[in-house]
């Protein structure tokens, strides 16, 4: 798991330094510099949070149901788990969680989500049977997921290599002044 981690905080300091955030706040209020730095932490500290909480329910369950780990707009991370998610089909309960972020995201109440979950591998050359997925979206614009293969052997999860690539806006893909919504 410590590869794991060190592995993304590579890619986030790489990401963040060479991201362009376009006018999401005047020069007085922050810097180019201080925002890239700002999301940056912002996803490492979710990131943390959330493979800290989910490398014992993997080796116990094999997988996890999705669940997220947020920083609200006071810029404390919090994780976000829906009781009902786990007796839910894991698609019904990605969808829901997903449904459940946009919701808070309209009150204006998160400002970067990370969510996780684990699928099955549909990489049939691979030696993993199953993909812990990372997804994060920040208000101001980064988005990356991070897929990572692994499998369960002796009670321990073994992890492949990861793979981080931009994917399409998930929850921050409503519209400033879109009406708010439950």
């Given at each position: 798991m410590?590869?794991?981690?060190s592995h993304l905080m590579f890619f986030l300091f790489c990401f963040c330094s060479v991201f362009l955030v376009a006018g999401a706040l005047s020069a007085e209020e922050l810097s180019e510099k201080e925002v890239k730095k700002m999301i940056q932490k912002q996803f490492e500290r979710m990131y943390q949070k959330g493979v800290d909480d989910l490398e014992s329910r993997i080796v116990v369950a094999g997988g996890v149901k999705p669940f997220a780990v947020v920083t609200d707009t006071g810029d404390k991370t919090k994780t976000i788990r829906i009781k009902q998610i786990e007796?839910?089909?894991?698609?019904?309960?990605?969808?829901?969680?997903?449904?459940?972020l946009i919701a808070l995201v309209k009150k204006g109440k998160i400002g970067a989500t990370a969510v996780f979950y684990t699928t099955a591998n549909p990489n049939r050359e691979s030696e993993a049977d199953r993909v812990l997925v990372v997804e994060m979206e920040h208000i101001f614009g980064p988005t990356?997921?991070?897929?990572?293969?692994?499998?369960?052997?002796?009670?321990?999860?073994?992890f492949g290599e990861q793979v981080v690539v931009e994917m399409d806006k998930k929850i921050f893909n409503i519209k400033v002044g879109e009406e708010s919504g439950e």
């Open positions: 410590t590869q794991l981690k007796e839910m089909p894991a698609d019904v309960a990605l969808e829901v969680l997903r449904r459940s990356l997921a991070q897929l990572v293969p692994f499998t369960v052997e002796d009670g321990k999860a073994l």
